[in-house]
């Protein structure tokens, strides 16, 4: 199995997840054009696409869904809470999902997991074939026990790092605006990464993604920093993803 990115962060997101013949398209926040553009820089086009599958309705994950879908008639998994006609628009083959059960696509199973975020029926995905298993976990307020419990156990595990605390009181965004992204159902700060990290099994797991990093609130220096005292002794690779070129093909 392997993992690279698109594009991560709030002005688009995009990520391919990718075993033998089966690749996966999760989420999908930039237009057709520029979405051909950095499948290239990876090495793909949209027909090596098998499906999309969609974590949540917000713009920066799903505003390029629909369009792509239907051009390369392309099947799309999501809740049925995420799927809105009016917002998302019509789509050739939609899939909806039950965010407490697996399903197969080709020869990757997918595990979804409910998360608190503001969003109508958010999940993040689980995918494993084989003895490889890699997870991809933003968009979350707060981690609960059964995250904890479920992402445990990753040979990847792509996480966000969206703010620093202290960068997003001091930082340019309105007060509500603030107070959602800080909230229970906002988004990961660094300290909340660091302490899921304290919960998994590092032994296994080979590689770390710093993903969705606010370019208001966070950089990836102050990201480092918070999750260096957890990972001092791990042996495994960390990596970036940015908004403007994601991060290449990782292979477990």
Known sequence: MRIASLGSGSKGNGTLVENDNTCLLIDLGFGIKDTVGRLHRLGRTPRDITAILVTHEHGDHISGVAQFARKFDLPVFMTP????????????KLKHINCHRSFTVGSITVEPVPVPHDA????????????????????LGHVTPFVEMQYEHCDALLLECNHDPQMLRDGPYPWPLK????????????EQAAGLLR??????????????ISQQNNTPEAAYQSLEPVLDSWQGDLHLANQNSGFDWITL
Request: charge should be positive; hydrophobic fraction near 30%; include cysteine.
């Open 199 to 212: 919960k998994v099994q590092l032994s296994r797991l080979q590689h770390l993604v710093v993903s969705h």
């Open 179 to 190: 107070n959602r992204v800080g909230g229970i159902h906002g988004h990961l700060s660094n």
């Open 81 to 92: 809470g995420t799927y809105s006609p009016k917002k998302v628009g019509q789509l050739p």
């Open 120 to 139: 109508k029926e958010p999940c993040q995905f689980l995918m494993s074939s084989g003895n490889h298993r890699i997870g991809i976990l933003t968009d």
